[in-house]
């Protein structure tokens, strides 16, 4: 049986998410990888890092209606590496682990999506949304 809870909790849950990311003492990076995804957490091992955007401070506005929307990041004007963004990795800014994020296009219903996924050395990233649905929302 699935445990359902109520909005209230299931926002706060997600602000945890944005005071994860602003606990350094700058914003919070996301990292852009090709695949294939760790498990969450994990060590990097064969994944190429594509570029690293910065969550604006604070990173997300208070969750409400069991939703978090980022605010705007900001983008990577010079991608690391050529490849297909698969997924991503959120750090505080002391590159402490918070989160791994679904990645894709535009209207691609992913964790975070992107302007485009196929990513070009020295091209720009830019991340045209993200959101993060919690529980039963």
């Known amino acids: 049986m699935t445990i359902g809870l109520s909005e209230s909790i299931r926002n ?22 090709t695949g294939p995804r760790p498990a969450t957490g994990a060590a990097i ?7 690293t955007v910065t969550f604006a401070s604070p990173a997300a506005p208070a969750a409400a209606s069991g939703v978090l929307t980022f605010s705007p990041i ?8 050529d490849g297909t963004a698969v997924w991503a990795r959120a750090t505080d800014s002391a590159g402490n682990f918070v989160a791994d994020f679904s990645v894709g296009g535009n209207g691609s219903g992913e964790d975070i999506e992107l302007n485009i996924t196929t990513i070009v050395t020295g091209g720009s990233i830019s991340v045209t949304s993200g959101t993060i649905t919690a529980g039963n929302a």
Request: net charge negative; no cysteine.
């Open 12 to 33: 706060a849950r997600l602000d945890l998410i944005t005071a994860a990311l602003d606990a350094g003492t700058t914003a919070g990076l996301l990292q852009f990888f």
């Open 74 to 81: 900001t983008q990577d004007s010079s991608a690391d590496a």
């Open 45 to 51: 091992t064969s994944q190429t890092l594509l570029g």
